[in-house]
């Protein structure tokens, strides 16, 4: 995830809703920017899923993406109709060699659009993806008080392992944060080599 300290799983009810037959998942580009960044506006200003404070611009996101998309997957959920409904990426957990089949997650659901399915969409095919590179382990690091992200997370197979108390301050109150991880399939003795994602045909 990129360095905000929080993930945003901003679909409340979702894992429990199948998602719709309009909806298709694909990668994400810079151009995409625009319609990303309404999506997490919301979530900078006004609530603490995101530790970010203030709204990144149309170009620093782009930015963003176009790094992510050299090495991991950035996905998002759109409509036919060409309306993004929201996004989903994994992100270095550390640039240390050895942590190169951990990674961490985030996702991002219009807050119009909740409990319809999206949130699953995005991160089944996000898994689809690293399992492809060949990631081992997914890590979620969430605000604590995000109970819907915590749920949503823990229906889609990830355990909490850590909790960090007063971690992060926004809003002018301390927050504490949960890590959750979930591994894809059986721990290998020795994991394949990574593979880029810009490599791999998704």
């Known amino acids: 995830m990129a360095k905000n300290m929080s993930t945003g799983a901003a679909a409340p009810g979702d894992a429990a809703t199948p998602a719709r037959g309009d909806v ?25 899923i995101t530790f970010e404070e203030t709204v990144p611009s149309v170009e620093e996101f782009g930015k963003r993406i176009a790094a992510t998309l050299k090495r991991y997957p950035y996905l998002v959920a759109q409509r036919v109709d060409g309306e993004i409904l929201g996004y989903a990426y994994a ?19 219009s807050q119009s659009c909740g409990g319809q399915g999206v949130g ?7 898994e689809r993806a690293l399992q ?19 749920g949503f997370h823990r229906h889609l197979g990830y355990e909490t392992v ?25 721990v290998p003795v020795a994991p394949e ?3 880029p994602f810009d490599r791999i045909d998704f």
């Open 91 to 109: 992100g270095a957990y550390s640039q240390r060699v050895a942590y190169d089949w951990s990674v961490e997650t985030a996702i991002y659901v």
């Open 24 to 48: 298709r998942i694909r990668v994400a580009s810079p151009e995409d920017a625009a319609a990303l960044v309404a999506i997490y506006a919301p979530y900078v200003r006004d609530t603490t």
């Open 193 to 195: 080599a990574f593979v």
């Open 120 to 126: 699953s969409l995005l991160y089944a095919a996000l």
């Open 132 to 150: 492809a590179q060949h990631v081992v382990n997914l890590g979620a690091c969430i605000t604590a008080e995000n109970v819907e992200s915590i």
């Open 162 to 186: 850590a909790n960090f108390a007063h971690f992060g301050f926004k809003f002018n109150r301390w927050l504490d944060v949960v890590w959750m991880e979930k591994t894809l399939g059986e």
